[in-house]
Structure formats: structure tokens, C-alpha cells
């Protein structure tokens, strides 16, 4: 998938996400699809290796 937008793709839908809450459901429910949506972000962001999150497997001696 070299060279294919993906990153840019999932920004449009973000986007299109965020302006029909927006316009059919008010603040809270953008505010509750922003948050969701960047809680979601991270997790694939961290899943797909772009965030180092071995901090998190480590015991402490």
C-alpha cells in the first residue's frame, strides 16, 4: 500500500463523520465523536507500530 493515501482518506471520513454529528445531533454528540474518533485514531496508530508502547509491557523490579 505504498503511496496510497490512507492517512488522508481516513481524514475525509473523520471529517464527513464530525460535520453530520455536528449538523443532526449538536455539541455533545460531536464532542462524543471527537473523542471517540481520536481514542480510535491512537489505538490504530499504536497497533499499526506508529506509536512505541512498550512502556506499557514492562514489569518493575
Known amino acids: 500500500m ?3 493515501p490512507v492517512w488522508s482518506i481516513a481524514g ?3 471529517g464527513t463523520v ?3 454529528a455536528a449538523a443532526f445531533g449538536g455539541l455533545n454528540a460531536f464532542l462524543v ?3 471517540l474518533g481520536v481514542l480510535g485514531f491512537l ?3 499504536a497497533l499499526e ?3 512505541d ?3 506499557m509491557r ?3 523490579q
Do not use: K, P, Y
Open 2 to 4: 505504498n503511496g496510497f
Open 58 to 60: 514492562t514489569r518493575r
Open 18 to 20: 464530525l460535520g453530520v
Open 43 to 45: 489505538l490504530g496508530h
Open 53 to 55: 508502547m512498550s512502556w
Open 12 to 14: 475525509l471520513a473523520f
Open 49 to 51: 507500530g506508529g506509536i
Open 33 to 35: 465523536v471527537l473523542v
